[in-house]
C-alpha cells in the first residue's frame, strides 16, 4: 500500500514542477503517513532486505554448483551411512559461537533426511581467536577412542562458555565421566601425537579448498559458508537428490 502510495505523490511532485504550495501539501502527507504508520515502512524494507538476501543466496548456489570440490572423507568422524547419497562435510572450529549453532541444524538435517545423509567432522580451530579449540579438538578424539566423538562434540559445543575459562583439561575429563567413558584412558588419549598431524592436515585441507571462517559446509562438494538455516541446506539438499546435478562424494 506505502510503495504504491508513495509512487503516486512522488510522480506527482515530479510532474507538476511549477505548482510548489502543491508539493509541500504532498510532502507533508507523506511525511505524516510515515511517522503514523511505521510498521508499513518496517514490513517494506523487510520484504526488499529478504528479497535481496534470497537474490544473493541463488547468486551463491549457482556459483557453487560450478565450482564443486571433491572433499575427502579420509579418517574424519562420520555420523551416517557411507552409502548415503548426500555427504556433509563440516570444518569447525569447537570454540567458535557460530559453530555450535550447527548442532541444532545437524541434528534437524538428520532428522529430516534420515539415512540419506552422513556427516562428516572436520578440526580447523582457529587459534588466533580461539587459543583453546586445538586442546578441545584433542579432547574430542580421545572421546572418539571410545566411540564417544559426537556426543563429547555435542557436549563441547552446548557447554562453550564453561569450558574456554579456567583449566579446560578438568571440565574435558569430567564431560567424559558424564558419557560413562574411562577417564584414565581418555586422559592419557588426549596425549596422542598423531592428534596434532590430524589437526594439522585438517587444517592445510581447508586452506587449500579456500576455507576462511567456521563453520564452513560442502554439501556433495557444494560450499555453504556460515551456519545458515535448515531450509537453505534444504533446498541445496534437495536440489541434489533430484539429480539435476552430479553429486561429488567420496
Avoid at 547419497?85 to 548442532?103: L, M
Avoid at 560450499?223 to 537428490?241: K, P, Q, T
Wanted: with cysteine.
Amino acid at each position: 500500500m506505502f510503495r504504491y502510495f508513495a509512487f503516486f505523490a512522488l510522480s506527482f511532485l515530479m510532474a507538476a514542477p511549477s505548482f510548489a504550495a502543491d508539493k509541500k501539501e504532498i510532502e507533508g502527507i507523506i511525511k505524516n503517513y510515515i511517522e503514523t504508520h511505521p510498521e508499513v515502512i518496517d514490513n517494506a524494507m523487510q520484504k526488499y532486505y529478504m528479497a535481496k538476501r534470497k537474490e544473493q543466496e541463488d547468486a551463491q548456489f549457482r556459483q557453487s554448483l560450478k565450482s564443486r570440490i571433491n572433499v575427502p572423507v579420509g579418517a574424519s568422524p562420520v555420523k551416517g551411512s557411507a552409502s548415503a547419497p548426500v555427504t556433509v562435510v563440516e570444518f569447525s572450529d569447537f570454540q567458535c559461537p557460530y559453530c555450535a549453532r550447527s548442532v541444532a541444524i545437524i541434528r534437524a538435517l538428520g532428522k529430516k533426511y534420515g539415512d540419506k545423509i552422513r556427516f562428516v567432522f572436520k578440526h580447523y580451530p582457529l587459534e588466533r581467536i580461539h587459543p583453546v579449540a586445538r586442546s578441545a579438538a584433542k579432547a574430542a578424539m580421545a572421546a572418539g577412542e571410545q566411540g564417544k566423538f559426537w556426543q563429547f562434540h555435542d557436549m563441547l559445543m552446548a557447554k562453550q562458555a564453561e569450558w574456554k575459562k579456567g583449566d579446560a583439561n578438568k571440565h574435558y575429563a569430567r564431560y567424559a565421566k558424564q558419557l560413562g567413558m574411562n577417564e584414565e584412558k581418555f586422559r592419557k588419549d588426549m596425549k596422542t601425537p598423531a592428534y596434532e598431524k590430524k589437526i594439522n592436515s585438517d587444517i592445510a585441507l581447508a586452506k587449500k579448498l579456500g576455507v576462511q571462517s567456521t563453520p564452513t559446509f560442502f554439501v556433495n562438494g557444494v560450499m555453504v559458508r556460515g551456519a545458515r538455516d535448515v531450509s537453505y541446506f534444504a533446498r541445496v539438499i534437495d536440489y541434489l537428490m533430484a539429480g539435476k546435478d552430479k553429486a561429488k562424494a567420496k
